[in-house]
Every structure is written in C-alpha cells, then in structure tokens.
C-alpha cells in the first residue's frame, strides 16, 4: 500500500459510514479488525461486534456527516483528523472534532482507533 493509495480508503469508509452503507464498511475491514474509542474505553473486535456498533449508531441519529478532512499518511497506517455532525432525531446538531488512526493489513484495516470529543456515540451493546 502506497501513502497515495492509503487515503482514499479512509474516505471510501467515512462515505461508507455516512451513507449507512455496512456492507462496503465490512469489506474494508479485515474479519479480526479491532475497533476502539480511546477516548471512551470502548474495544471491539470483529466484523459482527463492529457492525452492531454502526447499526446503533445509524438507529441513535437522524444522520451522520463527517467533513473537513486532514489526513497523514504511512505505508501501514494513515491518521485522520475531521469534524463530524451527528443530527438527532429532533432535529438538532451535535458537532465534535475527532482524529481516526487506521492501521492497515493487505489493503484493509485492522485497527481503526477513534480519539472522539464530547459523549461517545460508537459504543458497545449493553
């Protein structure tokens, strides 16, 4: 993996993830993928456990946006810096300002670790 081809990725995943499309988030991932919020002590690992996050996620909002992207990138690893907006269910808009660092392995990420401002909106069930 190319630092030019890295970068992309990223965004193929926020699309992913603003789109609520699970499908193309999971082939991006690699099947043991671990998933943190390090900011919030949440560890998942998995395809199943990380798409149960998503669907929370999707079902907890109205919409999710993520914008304003500044990436670094490595051969293995590329950091994400970004604004998201959460719009609820009433209408209302939640902003924070988050950093991603994506590990990659054979073309796919293997750890994605989320540093994420203001409440945790990626959790684990229960």
Same mark, same amino acid.
């Given at each position: 993996m190319?630092?030019?081809? $890295?970068?992309p990725?990223?965004?193929?995943?926020?699309?992913a993830?603003?789109?609520?499309?699970?499908?193309t988030?999971?082939?991006?991932?690699?099947?043991?993928?671990?998933?943190? &919020?390090?900011?919030?002590?949440?560890?998942?690992?998995?395809?199943?456990?990380? #798409?149960?996050?998503?669907?929370?996620?999707?079902?907890?909002? #109205?919409? &999710?946006?993520?914008?304003?992207?500044?990436? &670094?990138?490595? @051969?293995?690893r590329? $950091?994400?810096?970004?604004?998201?907006?959460?719009?609820?269910?009433?209408?209302?808009?939640?902003?924070k300002?988050?950093?991603?660092?994506?590990d990659?392995?054979?073309?796919?990420?293997?750890?994605? #670790?989320v540093?994420?401002?203001? @409440?945790?909106?990626?959790?684990? #069930?229960?």
């Amino acid at each position: 993996m190319t630092n030019l081809g $890295a970068t992309p990725l990223v965004e193929q995943y926020f699309a992913a993830v603003d789109g609520e499309d699970l499908g193309t988030i999971l082939t991006l991932l690699t099947e043991d993928c671990v998933f943190t &919020v390090e900011t919030h002590g949440v560890r998942l690992q998995g395809h199943d456990a990380i #798409a149960g996050m998503f669907t929370r996620l999707w079902a907890n909002h #109205a919409a &999710v946006r993520h914008h304003g992207f500044a990436h &670094v990138a490595s @051969p293995e690893r590329v $950091a994400s810096q970004f604004q998201v907006e959460n719009t609820e269910h009433d209408g209302s808009v939640t902003r924070k300002s988050n950093c991603n660092f994506f590990d990659l392995r054979d073309g796919r990420f293997c750890r994605v #670790a989320v540093y994420m401002s203001g @409440p945790n909106t990626l959790d684990r #069930a229960g």
